[in-house]
């Protein structure tokens, strides 16, 4: 397994913790997501490592896009993206309460929690809307 968070200390907190409830999973690498998504020396790194999945978790369209660039030059493995459950795993962020998830709120949640989201929900409704409108 290989995993590609935000930050150096949650990559750290989180092989921590994955070691300690799954001891005898093999983690062949993390790394920070601090690179440019055009980067190939991260992308020839992720071939080389031989992982048989790959966990990601970069903001917004980022990860589908570097996923889908990085696994394309991969003979073998899972790409997975896993958005902010890095996040919850290494406690930066608190898990959205079955309560709001329940009611399919989840997403009101977190931009509730974290204000800076609210500029990404409209990329989220723009396509949707338009397609319903007829625009696309």
């Not at 440019?36 to 369209?61: H, P």
């Not at 997975?80 to 890095?86: D, H, L, P, Q, S």
């Not at 399919?104 to 338009?130: E, F, Q, T």
């Amino acid at each position: 397994m290989l995993f590609f968070c935000g930050k150096d200390y949650i990559n750290e907190k989180l092989v921590l913790e994955i070691e300690r409830q799954f001891p005898k999973l093999i983690i062949v690498g993390y790394h920070h997501c601090a690179f440019e998504l055009t980067d190939t020396l991260i992308a020839e790194n992720v071939r080389r490592s031989d992982a048989d999945i790959v966990f990601v978790s970069l903001n917004g369209n980022e990860q589908e896009q570097w996923i889908a660039n990085t696994s394309a030059s991969r003979k073998k493995g899972l790409f997975i993206g896993v958005g902010e459950r890095f996040d919850i795993l290494a406690g930066k962020m608190k898990r959205v309460l079955d309560q709001w998830v329940k009611l399919n709120l989840d997403w009101l949640y977190r931009m509730l929690a974290r204000p800076s989201c609210i500029k990404h929900a409209g990329k989220g409704v723009s396509i949707p809307a338009k397609i319903i409108l007829g625009k696309v």
